[in-house]
């Protein structure tokens, strides 16, 4: 009987042939779109892989087109340009980014809000720009930030509130700015800071500097690290670190509050209603900050007693000083106490003595002259 015709031929020729590997093959396709999609994203002058963009020194005068950029671009260098402003919303789709630099351009003006979307930057590099002042909500949503560098600009402030939300911050540089004084409530949120630097300021080492420098010694005690702060003014502490000018010389600020009746002003940092709510208060040294939803709403009445109490000068190491030296002043005063109330006694006494062999010998005293007035009066008569 013959063979059926489809059974013709090789009996084995369809289970001999090769089949092409289709996870490898989809893996190869995969690869294939993405290269050709990253091309497409990439701005043109800029250098791209699966999450870096180096925009760095390209002449840019305006942000390149980054609405397109991969979701998993981590880091994003734009330094060495000429961008002068950015746009609200210029980095709202990098939500993965952890390194912005944006150094050595011509910055003067950043909106609030810029890095809201950021939620994962650690590293904020901002040098050598023309900022002239920072809008305190600037940094909203930077919780997870580490470093920033916001050094050689032209700030000559930084407000209150601008570093709030900054807990997990180790590193801060303010050198080469115009910075005269800062207030210490701006800078007690950064509960992790290790390292500050503050050189090539113009410095005014007066009383608007004294709660700061509390704030700084603190720092050094917890093992921080603060970089030269070197007095402009008053003539007499030119030149000085302000670190090593002891505490005592601004003795005088509190003299001046109390002439002025402005000791509650001055403390909050010399500017009426500067002071933070009592919901920002640290429990703690480097402790987590109290919500302010904690407080309770409308107690008002305690909020100058918080005040008071978070500006009191934290410096242990000037505090232990303070009472060992007090301790000793005590004990020496003591000791003389006793010695004069030990003299004193032995004095009554010697003088009580006398005053009774006085007494004595004055009946006996008398009793000579009564006898004697008859033998004058004979005398007297025999003349």
């Not at 043109?44 to 963009?53: D, F, H, I, M, R």
């Not at 800062?182 to 500050?196: D, G, H, S, V």
């Not at 002025?260 to 909050?268: D, E, I, L, Q």
Request: glycine share 10%; with cysteine; hydrophobic share 40%.
């Amino acid at each position: 009987m013959p063979r059926p015709l489809h059974a013709a031929g090789p009996p084995d020729w369809r289970q001999g042939r090769t089949t092409p590997n289709r996870p490898a093959l989809l893996c190869l396709v995969w690869v294939l779109i993405s290269l050709v999609d990253l091309t497409f994203t990439c701005p043109p002058s800029c250098l791209c892989n699966a999450t870096e963009v180096d925009c760095s020194g390209r002449g840019l005068r305006s942000m390149p087109a980054l609405a397109h950029l991969p979701v998993s671009t981590r880091i994003l260098l734009l330094p060495n340009n000429r961008l002068s402003s950015l746009g609200a919303g210029a980095f709202s789709n990098l939500t993965s980014l952890e390194r912005l630099d944006l150094s050595h351009n011509y910055l003067d003006n950043l909106p609030a809000g810029l890095f809201r979307d950021l939620v994962n930057l650690s590293q904020l590099t901002l040098h050598n720009n023309s900022l002239t002042a920072l809008d305190r909500d600037l940094f909203q949503g930077l919780a997870g930030l580490r470093k920033l560098d916001v050094s050689l600009n032209g700030l000559s402030d930084v407000p209150l509130g601008l570093l709030d939300e900054l807990q997990r911050l180790t590193w801060l540089s303010l050198a080469g700015n115009r910075l005269h004084g800062l207030e210490r409530a701006a800078f007690e949120p950064l509960a992790n800071l290790q390292y500050l630097q503050l050189g090539a300021n113009p410095w005014e080492c007066d009383c608007n500097l004294r709660e700061f420098k509390h704030w700084m010694e603190w720092l050094l005690y917890r093992g921080g690290q603060v970089d030269a702060v070197e007095c402009i003014l008053p003539k007499d502490l030119r030149g000085r670190d302000i670190r090593g000018v002891p505490v005592e010389m601004f003795n005088y600020c509190l003299q001046l509050e109390d002439e002025n009746g402005a000791g509650g002003t001055a403390r909050g940092g010399g500017k009426e209603g500067s002071a933070p709510p009592c919901g920002r208060t640290t429990g703690n040294a480097g402790g987590p900050p109290t919500p302010e939803s904690e407080v309770v709403a409308g107690d008002q009445a305690h909020l100058p007693d918080c005040v008071r109490r978070r500006y009191q000068p934290v410096s242990v190491r000037r505090a232990i000083g303070t009472v060992v030296i007090a301790g000793v002043v005590c004990g020496i005063v003591c000791i003389m106490m006793v010695g004069a109330a030990a003299y004193g006694c032995i004095y009554a006494s010697l003088m009580a003595k006398y005053q009774r062999e006085l007494k004595k010998r004055q009946p006996l005293m008398g009793d000579g002259e009564g006898e004697a007035d008859p033998e004058d009066k004979q005398i007297s008569s025999v003349a």
